[in-house]
């Protein structure tokens, strides 16, 4: 078929042709035009140890950023899921098999210029370990080392990363993962008194105090600022009894809960 001019061929394929030959048509007239941005993945991963709230991070063993503290991720192959992606890069680089149920997107971030390499577009996650202590984390891939580093939070929500008691500076950071870590922190913050997911860093049941602990992390505050009777009556109805643990570490049976379920 003979057209006048490349509009009145657009306009036949777009408008009479079936899908199949448009298709055709697209990838090979059309498709060039546009710039093709590469996408990746990087993952909030958090857990729960020794009182404190846990920020996985690694070491980047190649340019860019060589040297630098950055998120676990990595490229989206072809015809691959993001979030398969976060599960695939997280398993290449740390060594942990996640489940897709504890792992949430959190934002696409498209901010030009935040690669120096190229125009990547980044869809970030944030990811809830129930039970960290049984992870075993070794370096592979991209990484060359791995770290749990302490994340902590002030009043306004700016967080605060700690290894081994020494502070890391947000600015020293790869890529924009600063930004990244604020918008975690962001969210979990917000959503304390509707949405408290978060918890699901404690396991399967914990007791009102370290429901109390792990929120006063986030919220910039001290323990004794989140009153325990008030705090019941706020945000009980996240929980759910479920009496007295069977085999107390020490001392007196403790009270335990389960997190409800959000949908």
Known sequence: MKFNNYAE??????????QEDFLKWYQ????????????TVDNVILGWNEDEVKLLLIKRKANP?????????????????????V???????????????????????????RDPRAWTITVAHLTYLPDMGAVKVTAGDDAREAHWVTLRADREGTPQLFYNEKEIPLDELAFDHKEIITEAVHRIKNRLDYVPTV???????FTLTEARKVYSKFLGISLQELDNSNFRKTHGKFFIDMGFETKPIKGRPRKIYKLKRFN
């Open 9 to 18: 061929e657009k306009k036949y394929y777009e408008q009479q042709a079936n």
């Open 28 to 39: 090979k007239q059309d498709l060039p035009k546009y710039e093709k941005p590469s996408v």
């Open 65 to 85: 950023f060589r040297g630098h503290y950055a998120l676990p991720g990595g490229f989206v192959d072809k015809k691959e899921d993001t979030t398969e992606a």
């Open 87 to 113: 599960l695939r890069e997280v398993k290449e680089e740390v060594g942990i098999t996640l489940d897709e149920n504890y792992v949430e997107q959190l934002k696409t971030i498209a901010t030009p210029n």
């Open 199 to 205: 918890l699901q860093i404690l396991g399967a049941t």
